[in-house]
C-alpha cells in the first residue's frame, strides 16, 4: 500500500520535502472492518491548517502517519456485514491506495449511489464542499430573493456551489476569482451575474471600485474564503443589515498576516459576522446533499474538477490549489 506521510512542518508555503511516499503491507482485516481501494483523493485547503502544530479547532497531522483526506473508492474486502466487496463508499481514506477502516462506527464509511451521480462528485459538489457552502449560504447569509450575495474563491468547489445555490433562491450573484479566465467561466458556465477579476485590481480602491460597478445595489451578504484587502473591499460596499460567512481566509494559511483594516464598519451598518466549520453541524448534511444531490443528478448544477493522476502527485496538486492551480474541486486520480 502506497501512502503519503507529512515528514516536517511546512515554515510557509509547503514544499516537496514535507511530504514522503512510502510503502507498507496491509495487515490482514480483523472482525468489523472493511479494505477500500481509494480511487479519487480529495484535496481541500484545511489541510495546509492541519500541517501547522498550532491550537485550532482540530488537531495537527501528526507527523510520519498518513495525510488525512476524504476519499471516494470501491470495497475490495469485508468483514463487516453492513459492506460487501463492490460497494462504493465515500470516507476519510487519507492521501493512501487502500484504506482498512473499522466500518462498524456510524458515519466512518458511507455508501453512495453512483446511477446519476458520479464517484467523485461526491468529494466536491455532493459533498463537504458543497454541504460548506450550503451552510454559509442558507443559514447564515440567508438571502432573500432580489439581495446581492458575494463569494470569493468563486471558481472553487464551495465558491462555485455558494453562487449556484444563491441564484436558485433569487440572489443576484458577483464572484470574485483570480484571472479573466476564471471569472469568464465564472459567470458563462457557473451563471454569476458578474464576476471580478481580483488580480486585475490588487489595491483595495481599485477592488472596492469594482465591487461598486458589480454590485449597484451594494451588498447584502458575502461568502468569505479568502480574507485580506478582498475583505475590506466587500465592507466598504456592505449594506445595513448585512451578513458575512467567514467560512475561509486562505490568503493567510501559509502564515501571511491578514488584517481587517476597518473593524467600525460593522458597527456602522450593523453587520453580522459568523465563522463555521462545517463538520459540527452533522444533523444539517442530510437536508443540504439531498439539495445539491437533485440538482447534481438533473443536470441543474455544474461543477468542474482538476484531476491530479496518481498518488505520488497529490504533493505538488496540493501545493497548486493553495496558488490557485485548480479550478473546481481538486482531486487525485488513484485508480
Ligand atoms: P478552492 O477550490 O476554492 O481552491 C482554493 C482557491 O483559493 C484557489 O483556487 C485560489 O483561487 C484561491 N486563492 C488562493 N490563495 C488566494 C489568495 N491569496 N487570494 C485570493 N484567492 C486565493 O477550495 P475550496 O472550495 O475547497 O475551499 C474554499 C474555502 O473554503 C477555503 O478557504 C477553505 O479553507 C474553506 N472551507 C471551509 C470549510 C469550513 O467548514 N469552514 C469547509 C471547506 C472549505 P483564485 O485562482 O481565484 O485565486
Redo the contacts with the bound molecule.
Sequence with gaps: NRQIHLVSRPQGEPRTDNFALVETPVAPLAEGEVLVRNHYLSL???MRGRMNDSKSYAQPQPLNEVMIGGTVGEVVESRNEHFKAGDQVVGMGGWQEYQRVNASQRGVLQKVDTTHIPLSAYLGAVG??GV?AWYGLTQILNPKAGETVVV??A?????GAVGQLAKARGARVVGI???PA?CEAVVQELGFDACID?KAHPDLRSLSKALKEACPDGIDGYFE??GGV?LDAVMLRANAFSRIAF?????GYNGEPIPMANPSLILVNRMKLEG????EHMELWPQALKELGTMVATGQFKYRETVAQGLENAPEAFMG????K?F???LVKLV
Design positions: 481541500d485547503p484545511y463537504m464542499p460548506t470569493s474563491s471558481s472553487g468547489a464551495v465558491g476569482a483570480g484571472g476564471k481580483y474564503n479568502v478582498i467560512c475561509g481566509m486562505i490568503a463555521f466549520i462545517v463538520s490549489l493553495l496558488k490557485g485548480n473546481g474541486k481538486q
